[in-house]
């Protein structure tokens, strides 16, 4: 079983800047989608964007031309720029696959945007 893990998050104030990874513990990474989520306190978790193992992306309207998924097959990571965060976008950000038909989670890495 595939395992992933984040990184970092942590406290950004209004318009800031962070970049978050994802790495899998298993090359089989390189031909899976791989896709981060987020979940704000008290609200349903969403997609915010998703690669393919070509580099195919797609972004949440939300997020879209502030935010950049990107991957290094050669190091099994996914990761995701974050520009111009908002206070809504303080939430606990997890990447995801879909490997044989099972959904894979990390555990997750919490952003925080506050002045």
């Known amino acids: 079983q595939v395992q992933l893990v984040e990184s970092g998050g942590g406290l950004v104030q209004p318009g800031g800047s962070l970049r978050l990874s994802c790495v899998a513990s298993?090359?089989?990474?390189?031909?899976?989608?791989m896709g981060w989520y987020r979940q704000a306190p008290g609200k349903q978790r969403e997609l915010v964007a998703a690669i393919t193992r070509g580099g195919s992306s797609n972004y949440a309207d939300f997020v879209k031309g502030r935010f950049t998924i990107s991957r290094d097959n050669a190091k099994n990571t996914a990761y995701l720029q974050m520009s111009g965060l908002k206070a809504e976008g303080t939430a606990v950000y997890y990447c995801?696959?879909?490997?044989?038909?099972?959904?894979?989670w990390g555990q997750g890495t919490l952003v925080t945007v506050s002045p």
């Open positions: 298993s090359s089989i990474f390189r031909i899976v989608t």
């Open positions: 995801n696959t879909n490997m044989f038909g099972s959904e894979v």
